[in-house]
């Protein structure tokens, strides 16, 4: 009828409860990443869901691809003595094999652009912090509602996602420079660091490399000053 298009029928949506519990179930499944056990588990859970929806024309379509994942990923100093903490591994980095790879520490600050200086260096670099607030989101918004205003004009916006671009530019910089390895440094507390995935290109590198937050980031700044060396699984 006409109305439909200006009234809310209530009985075709999910009630809020279910959208929240299907959400909390897809926070515990954890990373899915593509062509993973688990990202093919939640693809079955939506195409039931689909089904249950009243979707009639549901079918699976095979892709093939090359599919590179870490079975494990440390880092620490070079003989053994102590062990710094990750948030995660760079996807498609590189391998350095079951014992690791062991080099000297470079560090590279914010916005420098790598030389030949870090050939066979595992290289510290300093991600820039995202600076991303609402107002890009405002700028654009044909409506809104915020009766609450949880997302003022002007609210930091800040993700760790939103360094892909400024992060494989550097991945690609250090690869070229003949770095052996690279430490990227998240600014960001260890809840909000651990677990970025990223960069999502597929693009298999010979770097390998793992993230790591704000405090251990520190700490490898002050060890690359101290002349150590380190150990990358």
């Not at 897809?26 to 249950?52: F, N, Q």
């Not at 107002?135 to 654009?140: G, L, V």
């Amino acid at each position: 009828p006409p109305q439909a298009a200006v009234e809310v029928d209530r009985t075709q949506f999910y009630p809020e409860a279910r959208l929240r519990a299907w959400q909390e179930d897809l926070d515990r499944r954890g990373l899915r990443d593509t062509g993973s056990p688990a990202h093919e588990a939640y693809v079955d859970a939506l195409y039931e869901r689909l089904r249950e929806a009243g979707v009639a024309d549901l079918y699976f379509e095979p892709v093939a691809m090359t599919r590179w994942a870490a079975r494990r990923w440390s880092l620490e100093l070079a003989d053994g003595a102590d062990r710094i903490p990750t948030a995660g591994y760079i996807p498609y980095s590189g391998s350095t094999g079951a014992q690791g790879l062991v080099a000297p520490i470079r560090y590279l600050p914010v916005g420098r652009r790598p030389d030949r200086s870090v050939a066979g260096s595992i290289v510290v670099v300093e991600l820039p912090r995202p600076s991303l607030t609402s107002d890009f989101f405002h700028a654009m918004a044909l409506y809104k509602h915020d009766p609450d205003n949880t997302l003022p004009p002007g609210a930091p916006y800040a993700r760790p996602y939103q360094i892909i671009d400024a992060l494989v530019q550097t991945l690609e910089a250090l690869q070229a420079a003949g770095a052996a390895g690279v430490v990227a440094v998240l600014d960001e507390p260890a809840d909000i660091a651990a677990g970025l995935y990223a960069p999502y290109d597929r693009q298999l590198r010979k770097l390998p490399g793992v993230y790591v937050d704000r405090a251990a980031g520190a700490r490898l700044k002050a060890l690359a000053r101290a002349g150590a060396r380190l150990r990358l699984v």
